[in-house]
C-alpha cells in the first residue's frame, strides 16, 4: 500500500518570503504521479501542481515548483514570494496509475499561514 | 478547465432523516467518481468510489447501508446518508478523474457541510 507522510502539521511564514513544504512517500511502483493540492477556507481541493514520475524535469507553476527526488521519494513544494492568498492546508497526493479507478492517497496535510 | 459541482454546499437536518448530496461532472464524463469525508483539521479519507452502472466499491470501515452511493449517468454520481446522526455530521467531497493520455488530474467539488441536530 502507498503511503505519504506529510512531517509539518502547520507553518508559516513572513508575506513575500519563501517556504518549503515538506512531502515523502513509499511505493514499490515505478511509475505513479504526485500532486499537491491546496485547501483555503472556503475547503475548495485545488491543484497546486501535479509531477510525473517518468518525468525527470521538476513541475513548475509560477510561484510554485516542486523538488522531486524520486530515489529518495520526496517531494516537497516550494512557494516563493509568498502571497496571504497562499494562506490554506496544503495536501500532498500520490496515485500509482493513470487508470479510472485508481485512487489518490493523501498525506495528513501542512496549515500554512501567511504573515502580513 | 474541467468542474465538478456538488450540491447543497450545506445542509442541516434532523436526526433520523436522510439526506442526499449529489455530485456532477459539468463539461466531462466521469465513469469513476470518488467520495471523500473530512473531519476538521484532517486530510480527506476516501468513503467509496462510485462507478456508472454498477455498486460503490467501500472502503474498510464505511458503512454501506448507511452511506448509500448512486451513480446512474456519467455526469452524476448520488451520495445518501441514511437515518442520519450527529455523529455523521462532517465536510463530504466528491471528486472526479480526467485522464488523457498519460495525463491524469482529479477535480473536486465544493463539499457539502452536513449538520445533523
Known sequence: AQTVTQSQPEMSVQEAETVTLSCTYDTSENNYYLFWYKQPPSRQMILVIRQEAYKQQNATENRFSVNFQKAAKSFSLKISDSQLGDTAMYFCAFIRSNFGNEKLTFGTGTRLTIIP | ?117
Open chain 2, 1 to 117: 478547465g474541467a468542474v465538478v459541482s456538488q450540491h447543497p454546499s450545506w445542509v442541516i437536518c434532523k436526526s433520523g432523516t436522510s439526506v442526499k448530496i449529489e455530485c456532477r461532472s459539468l463539461d466531462f464524463q466521469a465513469t469513476t467518481m470518488f467520495w471523500y469525508r473530512q473531519f476538521p483539521k484532517q486530510s480527506l479519507m476516501l468513503m467509496a468510489t462510485s462507478n456508472e452502472g454498477s455498486k460503490a466499491t467501500y472502503e474498510q470501515g464505511v458503512e454501506k447501508d448507511k452511506f448509500l452511493i448512486n451513480h446512474a449517468s456519467l455526469t452524476l454520481s448520488t451520495l445518501t446518508v441514511t437515518s442520519a446522526h450527529p455523529e455523521d455530521s462532517s465536510f463530504y467531497i466528491c471528486s472526479a478523474r480526467i485522464i488523457a493520455g498519460w495525463n491524469t488530474e482529479a477535480f473536486f467539488g465544493q463539499g457539502t457541510r452536513l449538520t445533523v441536530v
